[in-house]
């Protein structure tokens, strides 16, 4: 298990930008998860959003988001990030971190550490 600190939400006009952050801490090598991003809005499931691989070479984002959110880490410093641009007010939710064992997983149940969460709205 590893836990998992997000930060970084707030609240945004539409078409701006945040970024949030994952840092990770655990007695396991950070390189060894996969990384994932999902959000969950009020009366929603959890979705997915994007995911990155142990050593960022392979990226995965869900449609909706694709050519707006860029996810990436930095295996120095135990986090994981979204840049998240030309927010829409749809994408307002909570977003959480996750990580998986395998390479690069995309199903919520694939994922075994969960962070607390951040909230993101976007205004329109």
């Known amino acids: 298990q590893v836990h998992l600190v997000e930060s970084g939400g707030g609240l945004v006009q539409a078409g701006g930008s945040l970024r949030l952050s994952c840092a990770a801490s655990?007695?396991?090598?950070?390189?060894?998860?996969?990384m994932g991003w999902f959000r969950q809005a009020p009366g929603k499931e959890r979705e997915f959003v994007a995911a990155?691989?142990?050593?960022?070479?392979?990226?995965y984002y869900v449609d909706s988001v694709k050519d707006r959110f860029t996810i990436s880490r930095d295996n120095a410093k135990n986090t994981s990030y979204l840049q998240m641009n030309s927010l829409k007010p749809e994408d307002s939710a909570v977003y959480y971190c996750?990580?998986?064992?395998?390479?690069?997983?995309?199903?919520?149940?694939?994922?075994?550490?969960w962070g607390q969460g951040t909230q993101v709205t976007v205004s329109s």
């Open positions: 996750a990580a998986a064992d395998t390479y690069l997983a995309t199903v919520l149940s694939d994922f075994h550490s």
């Open positions: 655990g007695r396991a090598a950070f390189t060894m998860y996969c």
């Open positions: 990155i691989s142990w050593h960022s070479v392979s990226t």
